[in-house]
Each structure stands twice: as C-alpha cells, then as structure tokens.
C-alpha cells in the first residue's frame, strides 16, 4: 500500500511539473494552427465592421432612424473598401471601424445589386490601412482550407475556417438576378458576416460572403460567398462610374415549362416566353412581341402569346435564367441573333443590344 502511495505521489509530482513547463515554454502549435494565426495577424487588420443607418417609418409613418452591421475588406491604399450591397442599401449614414477601435465616416461609391456588391470610401491616413489582396477564384477545389473574418452578431474582428464544400453554385440576388459560380463553404458565415472576405490559406480574398442557408437564421455549415473574380471584373466599373454597365435587350420575360407549352398549344416545350417589351427599347426596335391576352394560372394572370425565345447565337434556351445569363456575356451595342416562336412559325430576329438602366 505504501509503495502505490508513493508512485501516485510521484505521478502527481510529474503532472505538475508538465503542467508548468507547458505553462511557461507554451505548446507548440500545428502547421495548420500556426497558418491560421499568421493570416489573422497579417491580415484581420484590413477587415473592417460597417455600420449602416437606414430611415424606416412606423405605422403613422413617422420616421425611425435603424442601424445594420456588416463587414468589410480594405482594396486598395486609397481607402476603398469591397462589402455587400445588402450591407449599405438604402442607407444615410454609413461608418466604418478599423481593427483599432477606431471610427471613421464613409461614403457611397458604387454598388452592384445584382452581384449583391458594393464599394466605399474611407479618408484615412494610408498609415493605418492594411489592404487584403485579391486572389484568383478560377482555380479553387472543392475541400480546399478557406478562412473568414467579419463582424458576426457584432463581434468584431472574428475568424472561422472551414473548406470549399462545393463550387458553380448559383444563388439568387436580392435584385432577383442569379450570381454564377458561388462559392459554397462550410466555414461559419453568421448575420454580420456579410460582405467580409473568404480567404484562402495565403491570405487573399478568393469570395465575399454574402449569404447562408438556415432555418435559424445562424450557420449550419452552409454559407455561400460571391467569387473573387466576380468582383475583380466589376470593381473598374463601380470606383469609376459607381454603377455596372450590362447589356440589355428590352423585354420581361419568364420561363416557359412544358405544362404551361402543352396549355398553349405551342410547338415547344421550354423556352423563354416574353410578356411585355419596353416601349422604345432594343426589343420593340428589332421587331420581337410581348404577349396579347392574359390567361389566369392560379391566382396569377400571366401575359401570354409574346415571342418564345428558344435560341440565341445557335445556343438553346431552356429557361428565362439562360436568356438572362447568355445575354450577360455580351456588352451594350453588341448584336446577338435570335431564335423565336411566333405564332407557330419560327422567326431569326438579330436585336442590337442597348445598356441597362442603373438599379438602385
């Protein structure tokens, strides 16, 4: 007995010893820990909390100043700063605060709503800036580390990290408008998150987070961020002119399904169905037709017997998201060649298309 005594005494006697010497020489950090440390160091000073303050009205209309939080990343050395357009819409008063505590005004520069992204302007002294480099989104791989810093639930100054669960997602603006080639990752991306940065394990910008799904409102491990290159196409366009030039044909239109097809009577079974044509516009000028008569599905009343887009430039188009989407790859003025039904009878329409009107 006395001999187990004395073992559990030694044993207690080296425990303690451990724990000192842990104490004071510190355990050593993994590679991978050790990678996460030095981005946060290097680069969590460029992340920035925005604070936005829209005007609401309460039921008498009276008006009710309300304060939004999200998240930033520094560009360039000239104070502007990327973040999500949800983050600074509708705005009065916009603040931006440094990793340092410290406050600063900002102002409006530009904003892309159908890419859910925006750019703003800091005045500091370029001393207390720390810019985050944009990497490339072209080459990522699913299960690749990534790493977020934001402004969660108002904690500033926050990392999470995770992997790249999937690529070529699409997600849906708030402008209605689909974002191609979202990044979607595990990372934790919680409300206040929203326009801060992914980065990868070199520490640039590879997406900006935009948004989660969840039933909680919280993360669930599915978070999706607007690609890096996205940005880097559109941000010329937005600190020169505050807005994104995009080609426009003229037209509203919705997508055409089978089941709708085989209550017309049409020819075709899919396609992009115009309702309406702006008066003036590229549309109306190249000849096309919005629809004639309205027909009650549900409790709608859709405009029906307009132009069926199936084709433009010898590509097929399914749904009124294709049109959308292979009309975006081309710029105001360029001209594109389209197939449509008509009455029966298939038509070759060429429409020279004009530029958008801003969204606000």
Known sequence: MEEVKKHKAILCILGIFFLLSAHSVGIAQTEDEENNISIYRRVGPGVVNVTSVVIDRDFLFNPIPREGAGSGSIIDASGHILTNHKVIRDSTKLEVTLSDESKWPARFVGADPDNDLAVIKIDVPKGKLTVIPIGDSSKLKVGQKVLAIGNPFGL?????????????????????????????????????????????????????????????????????????????????????????????????????????????????????????????????????????????????????????????????????????????????????????????????IKVTLGERPPRK
């Open 156 to 348: 500033g100054q926050t990392l999470t990290t995770g992997i790249i669960s999937s690529l070529g997602r699409s997600i849906r603006s708030e402008a209605g408008f689909l974002i191609q080639d979202v990044i979607q990752t595990d990372a934790a991306i919680n409300p206040g998150n929203s326009g801060g940065p992914l980065l990868d394990s070199t520490g640039k910008i590879i997406g900006i987070n935009s948004v989660i799904i969840s039933p909680t409102g919280a993360s669930v491990g599915i978070g999706f961020a607007v690609p890096a290159n996205t940005a880097k196409r559109i941000l010329p366009e937005l600190i020169e002119k505050g807005y994104v030039s995009y080609p426009w044909i003229g037209a509203s239109v919705y997508p055409l399904i089978p089941e709708f097809a085989k209550f017309l009577s049409l020819r075709v079974e899919r396609g992009a169905m115009i309702s309406e044509v702006v008066k003036g516009g590229p549309s109306e000028r190249a000849g096309l037709r919005g629809g004639d008569r309205e027909v009650r599905v549900g409790n709608s009343l859709i405009l029906v017997g307009g132009d069926v887009i199936v084709e433009i430039d010898g590509e097929k188009v399914m749904s009124s998201d294709d049109l959308i989407r292979m009309i975006r790859d081309h710029r105001p003025e360029e001209r594109v060649e389209l197939k449509a039904l008509r009455k029966g009878k298939f038509l070759d």
